[in-house]
């Protein structure tokens, strides 16, 4: 026989069940029903109040409850709503166990506590998805949750309604809902209660709500204002019922639902559907359903991960509802094959015709698939935490390694353990960090001449994009990896840069760990593409089918080959063209585009791709699993893409197409407004300034063609253009300008040989750099541009200028000086030469007073050199040097 003591504790778990019952749990009450000193009981109470075990409500009389676990300080409350609400929040519910919880329903469930709670009766909810994304399963879990919770007794009743078995019939339903008494109607032979009495104290469920008439809809939110209704038949009693209300429809609730029964619904929740839900939640979907299988088979059951693979991409048009479906047909159809075996093993065979699995048909013969135990199936999947993957990666003995197989060992580690990741490129633009990320890839492709791996890049994205995944790093031991650390930094220079780089722009901040697994997936998203430089991308219609494919693809070989693009059936293609070319955008410095699409989706954004034939371009028609599978192979056989083409076109009856790229050659652009013949003597000094071998082509344009847009689209169809020089900027876009006046004062010739960096080695990059300052000194130039005896020219000309200034009180500044020395000393060679006029040159209009004077002095400064040489300096040069002058 136990103790008083015992028996206090007993009798106060047992009430603590029973919310109704709290208010029994006081000294007083306990005292009489054992029949013994209420000051014992007292003691013995707060006894356990004391060590955590029990809470204590200061109402009168004093309250307990058992407390969902022992706390380390007594636990007290001010009333007995507050100690409720306390328990709640702190007791493991149902609804926290539904599937889903702690990521896509989080939210959905947070509310609905919430709505719970409020009191006195909680507030309805209206639950919305479509078919079979779990609305009644969710209700019922709703139910579990105010039961455990003790929000309503052990015998509140959970009352569900479905309302399209009225949706004809609206007396029968206010006859069911409402009750009726004796007589209401033929055949009413009693008083009857309606199922809204039943559910007093409980929760009503009523299912499928957009089916109710109006006439009920109207009655039904009398009853939820009031909590009172009368029987039908009996217009004088009104009969009560607390209940809670739940709702649910697959219909659009604003176009379905009476405004005025909808505004009374303040919480309305949106249940994704099957293909929405995240890949993990979508596995524990699988592995609960296969669960629950096993119980009822008896057997262990294993699967293929072909099969997993399949369910996980697979659309479910009746969502959640339909995979247990399909699970429990795939394990009736393996059970009556394998009767006389203890365990039951499921393949794609065992799949239920009606699943239609055209594109997966192929798969089906497929032998790389792996049994997997059920209870197995999620193992793998643990948090993806930076913690856990420091951790993992320090387990990787990398001291017996040199340092390029350390990288392939966290190389595959990471291919394994994300092989399926998903982020499409809409997400990455979601996030601050998602869209500084891309700027900065982009930034170091340009700057660096890198190319950037998109799978490591997606790794970055998914791990530290902190809006949306959450990790903790507590639990590392610092010490036990000071090692690792040392030793990866000692190969990691220059991404450490990088990373430092990275963080500034986006003011990440990070402890030690995240920053050096930061700097090890730095070193691998820029290392991965300087050996396979090869984007390979599958398009295809439908909401998801490419990444499907894809996903499907990558997760049989074990690797990442494919990114996906899908094209829903509701985008136009010019959106998705657009997608395709920021895709390609994005990752420039691919050298080979392999593109895998369906039928109609080639059609349609072919003749809209912006790809460079500097780029070997391959086309796949008609992708399906098998095809995609089929050129992942390869891929990770290294197959080169033209072979790649011509294998598939061997295997299979479909369209390819292969294009070689035309390797663009880079170029140094020479222009003059003065003219060709100029820009033909500067290109003349600028390859006189470069080594014999060097690739780069330099060569002379037109000064009014370069700055022409169409002009310059042509030339970069062939040629890469590294920057212009010249007497005046053409304002090319994207193009560096380098003026003549510069280089002959030395400046800028420094930025010209880093321009030139990736080109030659130090020691050439210095001969160029002393060949320019030596080519482009004034009496150098001059001498190259004329045949004339330079030193009296440059003399000559030099003399007129300074009259020139001095006639018109001018003070012009020396790089204006010596574009004009240059100019005009080719100009009377072109006249000794009789060459002629300037090339067209587009001179403004006017003829101004102002113009009339500088034409004046200009003449008569230049009358020695126009004597001297016998030529006459026509007005429209002189225009020319009266413009050149003003715009300086
Ligand atoms: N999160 C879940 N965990 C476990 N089982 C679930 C879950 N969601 C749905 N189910 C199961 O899927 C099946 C379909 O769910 P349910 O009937 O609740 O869907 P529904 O949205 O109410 O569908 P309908 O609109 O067709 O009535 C049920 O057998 C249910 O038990």
Not at 222 to 229: A, K, L, S
């Amino acid at each position: 026989m136990s103790n008083l003591r015992d028996k206090v504790y007993i009798l106060i778990e047992k009430n603590t069940e029973n919310y109704e019952e709290w208010p029994q749990n006081n000294a007083k009450k306990i005292a009489e029903q054992f029949n013994c000193s209420r000051n014992l009981v007292s003691q013995y109470l707060n006894e356990y109040w004391e060590k955590g075990v029990f809470g204590k409500i200061v109402s009168r009389p004093v309250l307990f409850f058992k407390l969902p676990q022992v706390e380390i300080n007594a636990k007290t409350f001010k009333s007995l709503h507050a100690a409720r609400v306390w328990n709640a929040s702190h007791s493991v519910s149902p609804l926290d166990a539904i599937i889903g919880s702690e990521r896509s329903l989080y939210q959905i469930i947070s509310q609905i506590k919430a709505a719970i709670q409020y009191p006195p009766h909680g507030l309805p909810i209206l639950i919305t998805g479509e078919t079979g994304t779990g609305k009644s399963y969710l209700a019922q879990v709703i139910y579990k949750h105010l039961q455990k919770m003790k929000f309503i007794t052990k015998t509140a009743r959970f009352v569900s309604v479905n309302c399209s078995e009225y949706s004809n019939n609206p007396e029968l339903f206010l006859s069911n809902f409402f009750g009726y008494v004796k007589g209401a109607f033929t055949g009413a032979t009693q008083n009857n209660k309606g199922l809204a009495e039943i559910a007093d104290g409980g929760v009503l469920f009523l299912d499928e709500i957009h089916s109710l008439s109006k006439e009920c809809q109207e009655k039904l939110f009398q009853f939820m204002d009031t909590g009172t209704f009368h029987r039908l038949g009996d217009n004088e009693h009104w009969s009560k019922s607390n209940c809670r209300f739940v709702f649910a429809t697959s219909e659009n609730p604003e176009k379905k639902i009476l405004p005025t029964l909808l505004r009374r619904i303040p919480v309305k929740v949106f249940l994704p559907a099957f293909n929405k839900r995240s890949e993990q939640e979508k596995k524990e979907l699988i592995q609960f359903f296969l669960k629950n299988e096993q119980k009822k088979v008896g057997k262990e059951i294993y699967v293929t991960n072909n099969l997993v693979s399949f369910l996980i991409h697979y659309t479910f048009k009746g969502n959640v509802g339909d995979l247990k479906n399909v699970i429990q047909l795939s394990c009736a159809n393996a059970l009556i094959q394998q009767v006389e075996e203890n365990k039951l093993k499921i393949t794609l065979m065992e799949l239920p015709e009606k699943v239609g699995f055209e594109n997966y048909k192929e798969l089906k013969n497929t032998n790389n698939s792996r049994f997997i135990a059920v209870s197995n199936l999620t193992k793998n999947d643990q948090k993806n935490s930076i913690e856990h993957i420091i951790t993992d990666l320090y387990t990787i003995d990398i001291k017996k390694k040199p340092s390029e197989k350390l990288f392939d060992c966290y190389q595959r580690y990471f291919k394994k353990r994300f092989i399926n990741i998903s982020i499409s490129d809409s997400e990455t633009l979601n996030s601050f960090f998602g869209l500084k990320f891309q700027q900065f890839t982009r930034h170091i492709e340009d700057d660096y001449k890198i190319s950037v791996d998109t799978f490591f890049y997606k790794i970055i994205l998914y791990l530290f994009d902190k809006n949306n995944y959450h990790y903790d790093f507590k639990e590392v031991d610092f010490q036990k990896w000071s090692n690792f650390k040392d030793d990866v930094n000692k190969y990691l220079g220059y991404e450490v840069g990088l990373v430092r780089e990275f963080k500034n722009e986006v003011d990440l901040t990070s402890n030690e760990g995240e920053e050096l697994l930061f700097i090890i997936l730095f070193k691998l998203m820029v290392e991965e593409h300087k050996s396979q430089k090869r984007l390979s991308l599958i398009v295809a219609h439908g909401a998801n089918t490419a990444s499907s494919i894809a996903q499907t693809v990558n997760t049989m070989v074990g690797d990442y080959i494919f990114d996906a693009i899908d094209m829903p059936l509701d985008v136009t293609s010019k959106e998705i063209a657009l997608r395709v070319n920021n895709y390609l955008n994005k990752r420039k410095s691919f050298a080979d585009l392999l593109l895998l699409v369906d039928m109609g989706s080639l059609e349609k954004i072919s003749s809209q791709l912006e790809i460079s034939n500097n780029k070997n371009f391959a086309l796949i028609t008609n992708v399906s699993t098998g095809i995609a599978l089929d050129v992942a192979n390869q891929i990770k056989l290294k197959v080169d893409t033209a072979s790649i083409v011509q294998n598939v076109k061997k295997n299979q009856t479909i369209d390819v197409f292969f294009q070689k790229s035309v390797k663009k050659q880079d170029m140094i652009v020479c222009t003059c407004e003065s003219g060709l013949g100029t820009a033909t003597k500067l290109k003349q000094i600028m390859v006189k300034s470069f080594p014999k071998n060097s690739k780069i082509v330099i060569d002379s344009f037109d000064y009014y063609s370069i700055a022409k847009e169409n002009y310059i689209s042509e030339l970069r169809k062939n040629y890469n253009i590294l920057f212009i020089v010249g007497t005046l900027d053409p304002q090319v876009k994207g193009v560096t300008f380098f003026s003549i006046e510069d280089l002959i004062l030395g400046i800028n010739v420094k930025k010209i040989t880093n321009k030139l960096a990736v080109y030659f080695d130090q020691k050439q990059l210095e001969i160029i750099n002393n060949n320019i300052l030596k080519n482009f000194s004034l009496t150098n130039l001059t001498d190259q541009l004329t045949i004339l005896n330079p030193t009296k020219l440059l003399e000559q000309v030099t003399d007129a200028i300074y009259i020139l200034q001095t006639k018109l009180n001018l003070s012009l500044k020396n790089n204006t000086c010596f574009g004009l020395y240059i100019h005009i000393c080719c100009l009377i060679e072109r006249l000794v030469m009789q060459k002629g006029m300037a090339d067209e040159i587009n001179l403004s209009k006017t003829s101004s007073s102002k113009f009339k004077n500088f034409y004046k002095a200009f003449k008569n400064s230049f009358t020695v050199v126009e004597q001297y040489y016998s030529v006459e300096i026509p007005e429209i040069e002189v225009k020319y040097v009266y413009d050149y002058i003003k715009e300086a």
